[in-house]
């Protein structure tokens, strides 16, 4: 990944959050046919340090499983919030006119090893968990023992569960960092003033940016 100084992102705490907010992830491996990409919803836990590890299923069917190559990596791809960024929102567009489109956007690689779990405890905790925090909003959870016992042993008898180690985590926070203070705040305005969800998101993390600046010990 292309990774300017301005936009890289290394807190290990700051990446797991987006990890855990974006769960579905992009699982990119290699098998004798080639690259093979999957996507999958992970578990992200911080133990053991310093990256954590990262767990998920897939089902049987999916030759994933067989055919990853031991000897080979796997990455893991986390995509946050995104937006388009109009010229527009630059007042340096009424200034000079020297500005061009750009596309803002947060994402996180995780990259590792995989072994792959076809343990029937380990798998029903695994899909509990991965449920209960997607249920965890609503007003009526839905609980894994909602459903019939034979019913669930059955769909568990379908699914292979997997555990990426973690090797390294590089986070790319491509968010206007490299223009000057006016640009950025006029980006903010932009994406609030937008009618979409993710633009306001990406708004309100270049704000976070922005006060962690002011934050920033001047010398």
Known sequence: MYLPADFHESRTDVLQALMRARPLATLVTLSESGLVAN????ETLAEPVP???LRGHIARANPLWREYRADSGALAI??????YISPSFYPAKQETGEVVPTWDYAVVHARGTLRFVQDTAWLRALVSRLT???EASRHVPWKIDDAPEPYIER????IVGFELSISS??????LS???PVANRRGVMKG???AADAESRQVADMLSSLEDERHDEPHG
Do not use: I, Y
């Open 191 to 193: 994406l609030r003033d």
């Open 169 to 174: 985590l590089t986070g790319k926070w491509k």
């Open 78 to 83: 986390f995509h946050g919030p995104q937006a």
């Open 51 to 53: 990256h954590g590890v």
């Open 39 to 42: 996507h999958v919803p992970l």
């Open 132 to 134: 209960d925090a997607q």
């Open 177 to 179: 960092q490299n223009h």
């Open 155 to 158: 769909m568990l008898s379908l």
